[in-house]
C-alpha cells in the first residue's frame, strides 16, 4: 500500500505539474496576443521608405495578424528615437547605425535587427574647391550636423583609413556643428571647407548650389558594404516579446525589397499619403541611388564591422570584447529569413544575401 501510494502520489504531483505548465503558457500566450507592439515612424524621412511601405502596403497588418498579435503605429521624430525606445514610448523603429554607437557605448539598451539600405550620406565641397577627397581635408575644417551624428562617425573612420589621427585631442581635422539644413550655406559662404549631409538635404544642395561629391557612401568601396540605416528594437522587448519582434523584422525585410524593386511606385506612395514632401521624380531618383537590399545577417557584419573600427580609434571605450558586444547588441532568429526579393506578381522569396552590390536603377 505504502508503494501504491507513493505511485499515486508522483502521478497527482505530475497532473498538477503539467495542469500548472499548462495554465503558465496560455496565460504566457494570452498576454503576448493583447500586448500592443509600438512602432516609432515618421513622416518626411525619405529614407525612412520602408517604414512608409510596410504600412501602405499592410505587411505590418499581414505579419501581425498572421502570428495573431498586436501593433500600432507612432508618429515620431527620428532623432529621438533612441531616447523614445528608453521612455517605453516605442518599441522599435529603424535608425542610422552610426549615430547610435556611441550611445550604445554608453548603456542604450537596443537591439538592432536587419540593415535596410546604404548611402544617404555624402560629403561636399564647393565646385571650384582644389580639395579632391577626404585626405585632402587635414587641417581643414568640416562642417558636422553633430558630434555624434553618423556623418560624423563616417567622416571620422574614412579620415582614419588615410592615416590620420580622427578622433579626441590631436585630431588632425576642425569640426564645425551646424544644423542639418544650415550646413549648406556655411559651405557656400566659405565658414567651412567641406560638409557632411544626409539626403535630401544632400541632393538638394547639389542641385541648388552646385557642390561636388568628394564621398558618397553609396558608391565608397567602404561603405557601400555597409548599412547606414538598421532596423532596432529595445533589448528588454525583444526578449519577452521575440514573435512581435520578428513579425517587425519580416515586414521590414519586405518592404525595404519593396523599395529596391520599386523606387518609383515607393516615392509616388509616400508623397500621396504625406510620408513626404517634394517631387516624386527628384524623391525617387534618390531612393533609387541607394542601395534597399536588405539583409540580417550582413546588417550583423556592418555592426562589427564599425565597432571593430571605432574601438580602435577610441570612438567607443566600454567595449571589452568585440564580439560578445555584438552579440549583446544584434538579435539573430532562426526562424527568420535573411532578406526577401519582391517578385513581379506581388509576392517574395526568401533569399540571404552574401554582398551588397550597387543595384542603382536608371529612371
Known sequence: MKQLKKIGTSVAAAVLAFAAATTFTSCGKKQDSEFVFKIGTANSSLCGAPLHVAIDLGLFKDEFEKAGLKYETIEIDLMQASSLVV???IDATLGLAGGLLPQIDNGLEIKFLSGLHTGCTKFYVKADSPYQTLADLKGKTVGLCGVQDSSTVVFQRKFHDYGYKAYGQGAEFKMAVYGLTDLPLALENGAVDAVGLHDPVGYLAEQSYGFRKILDTTEDEKFSQEYCC??????????????????????????????????????????????????????????????????????????????????????????????????????????????????????????????????????
Open 87 to 89: 521612455a517605453g514610448k
Open 230 to 363: 538598421m532596423t532596432f528594437v529595445s533589448s528588454e522587448i525583444a526578449k519577452k516579446y521575440p514573435e512581435h519582434t520578428k513579425a517587425f523584422i519580416r515586414a521590414m525585410l519586405k518592404a525595404a525589397a519593396f523599395v529596391q524593386a520599386k523606387p518609383l511606385e515607393t516615392a509616388e506612395l509616400q508623397v500621396k499619403n504625406e510620408h513626404v514632401s517634394g517631387d516624386v521624380a527628384s524623391n525617387a531618383k534618390m531612393l533609387a541611388s541607394y542601395n534597399y537590399t536588405p539583409s540580417v545577417g550582413l546588417a550583423r557584419k556592418t555592426l562589427y564591422d564599425a565597432i571593430d573600427q571605432v574601438v580602435d580609434m577610441g570612438i567607443m571605450t566600454n567595449v571589452a570584447d568585440k564580439e560578445s558586444f555584438v552579440n549583446e547588441h544584434f538579435e539573430i532568429f532562426d526562424d527568420v529569413p535573411d532578406s526577401y526579393i519582391y517578385n513581379a506578381d506581388g509576392t517574395y522569396t526568401e533569399t540571404k544575401v552574401t554582398v551588397l552590390t550597387n543595384n542603382s536603377k536608371a529612371l
